[in-house]
């Protein structure tokens, strides 16, 4: 699946934070939405890349893909039916 096709629900920009806070701003940002649906995060911590993978899969929510653009990190998150 093209990133392109892949329409989110809510941008979550943790841009410019450091970890924590990119996992914070996602915990806060799913508690809002409804199973199933979509939240794309942007940001600019590299540490991002091992802990966002880990927080959904220890939330039950699905990662369904990352990748980087320039400088930035990508992340496409799907909220399961107990995240």
Do not use: Y
């Not at 629900?9 to 410019?16: E, I, K, L």
């Not at 450091?18 to 996602?26: A, I, W, Y």
């Not at 809002?32 to 649906?37: D, N, P, S, V």
């Not at 911590?45 to 653009?69: C, F, K, M, Q, Y």
């Amino acid at each position: 699946m093209a990133t392109t096709d892949i329409e989110a629900t809510v941008v979550v920009d943790a841009r410019g934070l450091l970890c924590p806070m990119p996992v914070v701003k996602t915990a806060k940002a799913m508690k809002e939405l409804a199973a199933g649906q979509v939240l794309k995060l942007l940001s600019t911590d590299r540490g991002s890349v091992a802990d966002i993978p880990a927080w959904a899969e220890s939330t039950a929510n699905a990662l369904i893909e990352w990748h980087e653009e320039g400088s930035e990190f990508v992340f496409h998150l799907r909220k399961g039916q107990g995240g």
